[in-house]
Structure formats: structure tokens, C-alpha cells
Nanobody, 126 residues
Framework: QVQLVESGGGLVQAGGSLRLSCAAS????????MGWFRQAPDKEREFVAG????????GYADSVKGRFTISRDNAKNTVYQRMNSLKPEDTDVYYC???????????????????WGQGTQVTVAS
């Protein structure tokens, strides 16, 4: 069992930056592929970024490529998402997710993940 706790969301002006963090419980964090998703009301959960167990491979949605950066620190059981050049359309609840796999390729579908955090709200004002 893995528990995920996100933090770092908030209100920011368009063009601004935020860094989300996701702290994971347990001693096996390095066994997990980690992802960030986002979801607006009445919409499906959308893949944003993913990172493999070693941090050696990352994947991004086209809508955030070049603006968001995912990283992880296995010693701290934490995954991060740095979000730059934020746009009003980035406004969503952001979720951290864990998939028990040491796969290399990105896991882009929500059903591929085993554990989810509670979400953190990001609001970008125009």
C-alpha cells in the first residue's frame, strides 16, 4: 500500500510558476512509475507527465511540453512537477499517481495506475 500526498497548489497569475510535490509513504518508492494527472469538473482525468523509477525517462502531454518538468528524488520518496508559463487553461485539480512498475515507457492512461493522491487545486488567473 502506498499513500500519496500532494502539495504546492494555489492561485497564480498567468505566466507565473508553481512547483507541485507528491510525498509517498513506504520504502519501495523506487519500484514505482510516477505520474501527474489533472482533472476539471465533468471531464476525464488527463495525463500531464510521467517519470520512470530512475528518473531516466520522462513523458509529457503535448499541452505542457516545454513548460512543465517532472522530477523525482527517490531518497526523499517525492516526485515533483515544476510548472512554468502557466496559462488559465492549466487550471485544474492535479493528482499524483503511482504505478507499481519499473517500466521505461510512459504510462499515460489513468487506469494503469495503482494509487492516487487526494489532489491539489491549481488556479491560474488571467
Amino acid at each position: 500500500q502506498v499513500q500519496l500526498v500532494e502539495s504546492g497548489g494555489g492561485l497564480v497569475q498567468a505566466g507565473g510558476s508553481l512547483r507541485l510535490s507528491c510525498a509517498a509513504s513506504g520504502r519501495t518508492f523506487s519500484l514505482y512509475y510516477m505520474g501527474w494527472f489533472r482533472q476539471a469538473p465533468d471531464k476525464e482525468r488527463e495525463f500531464v507527465a510521467g517519470i520512470n523509477w530512475s528518473g531516466g525517462n520522462t513523458g509529457y502531454a503535448d499541452s505542457v511540453k516545454g513548460r512543465f518538468t517532472i522530477s523525482r528524488d527517490n531518497a526523499k520518496n517525492t516526485v515533483y512537477q515544476r510548472m512554468n508559463s502557466l496559462k488559465p487553461e492549466d487550471t485544474d485539480v492535479y493528482y499524483c499517481a503511482a504505478r507499481r512498475s519499473r517500466q521505461f515507457a510512459a504510462a499515460r492512461m489513468a487506469h494503469e495506475y495503482d494509487y492516487w493522491g487526494q489532489g491539489t487545486q491549481v488556479t491560474v488567473a488571467s
